[in-house]
């Protein structure tokens, strides 16, 4: 089936750093890949939809600048959360689609952020 | 607009008894159905799908799951669980009008499998 590989899986850093989060996509070509927050308990909360070569779309609620996204090809979206803070600690997660409609979206392993 | 609801955002059963996880939805549009798995610190996995055709879907792992229009259900079932079913369960729902296919999700049930 479908691979999508996302790395790190786990990133523990100070309070002010950046920290880029990328989402490939092996065997596929991914028109469109999707980024997700996951709380603990909690069901997944999409950030923002990116098509490659294009802007992503932010959900309601989501600053832009500060969760800067990049889908450059079509096997690699980027995620970079910015001046990161121990609030934006969750896990994050990607998910990648291919051109068909009915296509499911096939997910990464996530990453477990932790900010000091 | 769309949205799901899972009921029970927690089910235990014995190893061996039926499993049945409850997934409503609501969609002004022909839906896309899916049940995905998650196991603890990984992503979902895809489990089965319901996009057009026949009602009645298998999927991976002995799972199947039934597309209801009149009652707006997609519950999913296991006729006898395993241990390693434990897991959370979200079902979603998307269509082919939804833009890059945004998945909408329902808030999850926790399954346990007491042995």
Redo the contacts between chains.
Sequence with gaps: ?AV?S?HPSRVICKSGTSVKIECRSLDFQA??M?WYRQFPK???M?MA?S?EGSKA?YEQGVEKDKFLINHASLTLSTLTVTSAHPEDSS?Y?C?A?GIN??????????T?LSIL | AQSVTQLGSHVSVSEGALVLLRCNYSSSVPPYLFWYVQYPNQGLQLLLKYTTGATLVKGINGFEAEFKKSETSFHLTKPSAHMSDAAEYFCAVSSWFNQGGKLIFGQGTELSVKP
């Design positions: 089936g999508v996302q028109t469109t999707f909690q069901s997944l999409l939809t098509n779309t896990f997660i998910s689609k409609s009915n296509q499911p979206q096939h997910f990464g392993d996530g477990r």
